[in-house]
């Protein structure tokens, strides 16, 4: 790996220093491996509006911007680097898409910022039952809602964790910033253990192993409502729970 990231570092010197069409090129083709994969990983928040193939020109686009702006001294591996800058320009894409019915979208804010008060106020994950009783609605709707926000929610957590991706690969030199990625990946993990069992399976399923709802849904014998409902439900808890550490504990 470090050789490898060696051999990138000094084709880009290379290139910036040439301004070889060619070269540049050949680094795009050399990671378009990162950028499918990262489009793929994704896929469930843009499958109703987006192709594929369009996101992954995204991705090429910010590869190409990640090859330009790279600053080898800056200390991160540029496969690190250009994933960071892939998956925003995939969060941006989907964003600029405005795929959301604004009732989702506010309902979404509003479940949202109803979970933290309920969290920090009990100090732990609030209940469906709870979360219904404080938005008023009965707990039938807001199962009904959770499924339909789980996208938006999606979003909202990539966001949060993206420049800090729990696929992110560990470097082989620690640093003072891969100290900080394990720690959140530590931090995370942690979260994603104190799940319950059917949230921590939906959200290894999705985010480590890649399933599409409907594939979530066949390996657990249920519907992608149910599906949507469980993720949701989990991305709540991880929000509540991560927020404190990534706007306070990274500052």
């Given at each position: 790996?470090?050789?490898?990231t060696?051999?990138?570092?000094?084709?880009?010197a290379?290139?910036?220093?040439?301004?070889?069409?060619?070269?540049?090129?050949?680094?795009?083709?050399k990671?378009?491996g990162?950028?499918k994969?990262?489009?793929?990983s994704?896929?469930?928040m843009?499958?109703?509006?987006?192709e594929?193939?369009?996101?992954?020109?995204?991705?090429?686009?910010?590869l190409m911007?990640?090859?330009?702006?790279?600053?080898?001294?800056?200390?991160?591996k540029f496969?690190?680097?250009?994933?960071?800058k892939?998956?925003?320009?995939?969060?941006?894409?989907?964003?600029r898409?405005d795929?959301?019915?604004?009732?989702?979208?506010?309902?979404?804010?509003?479940l949202?910022?109803?979970?933290?008060i309920?969290?920090n106020l009990?100090?732990?994950v609030?209940?469906t039952?709870?979360l219904a009783?404080?938005l008023?609605i009965?707990?039938?709707?807001l199962?009904k809602?959770m499924?339909e926000c789980?996208?938006?929610?999606t979003?909202?957590f990539?966001?949060?964790?993206?420049?800090d991706?729990?696929n992110?690969p560990?470097?082989d030199?620690?640093?003072?910033?891969?100290?900080?990625?394990?720690?959140t990946?530590k931090?995370?993990?942690?979260?994603i253990?104190?799940l319950?069992d059917?949230e921590?399976?939906?959200?290894t399923l999705?985010?480590?192993?890649?399933?599409?709802y409907?594939?979530i849904?066949?390996?657990?014998?249920v519907?992608?409502?149910?599906v949507?409902?469980?993720?949701?439900?989990?991305?709540l808890?991880?929000?509540?729970?991560l927020e404190?550490?990534?706007?306070?504990g990274l500052?």
């Amino acid at each position: 790996m470090e050789t490898l990231t060696a051999n990138y570092a000094e084709q880009i010197a290379l290139y910036k220093q040439s301004g070889d069409i060619a070269l540049r090129n050949d680094i795009v083709l050399k990671n378009m491996g990162l950028v499918k994969a990262c489009a793929l990983s994704m896929r469930n928040m843009y499958v109703k509006f987006g192709e594929t193939d369009d996101v992954i020109n995204e991705g090429v686009l910010a590869l190409m911007d990640a090859i330009e702006t790279y600053n080898e001294t800056k200390g991160a591996k540029f496969e690190t680097y250009a994933l960071l800058k892939v998956r925003g320009a995939i969060i941006d894409y989907i964003r600029r898409q405005d795929w959301i019915p604004r009732n989702v979208r506010k309902f979404s804010k509003t479940l949202d910022k109803a979970n933290s008060i309920l969290y920090n106020l009990n100090g732990r994950v609030p209940t469906t039952a709870e979360l219904a009783e404080y938005l008023k609605i009965s707990e039938d709707k807001l199962l009904k809602m959770m499924a339909e926000c789980s996208r938006t929610l999606t979003l909202s957590f990539e966001e949060l964790l993206y420049e800090d991706n729990i696929n992110e690969p560990s470097v082989d030199a620690p640093s003072d910033s891969e100290l900080i990625r394990e720690e959140t990946r530590k931090v995370i993990a942690d979260a994603i253990g104190e799940l319950k069992d059917k949230e921590r399976e939906v959200i290894t399923l999705y985010y480590y192993k890649n399933f599409k709802y409907s594939d979530i849904a066949k390996a657990l014998g249920v519907t992608e409502g149910r599906v949507c409902q469980i993720h949701s439900k989990a991305v709540l808890a991880l929000k509540a729970k991560l927020e404190p550490y990534f706007k306070g504990g990274l500052d």
